[in-house]
């Protein structure tokens, strides 16, 4: 299986990116998907879970700001990042995994919030 994220970019504070994630090689509606993000120097931290009910959940970092979705036709999760702020700044995963074990991280876009 394999990831490809993209939407990554510079933006200013108070903008706005969605990123996406491609999924390929695997039973994606049967996978739970999430977002995590890594800044420089910090551990990667989880920033949000869509799950194959289509439910989801949030850090308090992202909540009120981000939204995940996913398109279970397309093979595609999205992250919607609003009020981007300037410790938003990481590069971004997509991690997917099922209930017997199995695991796909992407290689990460990177988002960069600056003025």
């Known amino acids: 299986g394999q990831l490809v994220e993209s939407g990554g970019g510079l933006v200013q504070p108070g903008g706005s990116l969605r990123l996406s994630c491609a999924a390929s090689?695997?039973?994606?509606?049967?996978?739970?998907l999430s977002w995590h993000r890594q800044a420089p120097g910090k551990e990667r931290e989880w920033v949000a879970d869509?799950?194959?009910?289509?439910?989801?959940d949030y850090a308090d970092s992202a909540k009120g700001r981000f939204t995940i979705s996913r398109d279970n036709a397309k093979n595609m999760v999205y992250l919607q990042m609003n009020s981007l702020r300037l410790e938003d700044t990481a590069v971004y995963l997509c991690?997917?995994?099922?209930?017997?074990?199995?695991?796909?991280w992407g290689q990460g876009t990177q988002v960069t919030v600056s003025s």
């Open positions: 991690h997917a995994r099922n209930s017997h074990g199995y695991r796909y």
């Open positions: 869509i799950y194959t009910t289509g439910s989801a």
């Open positions: 090689g695997f039973t994606f509606s049967s996978y739970g």
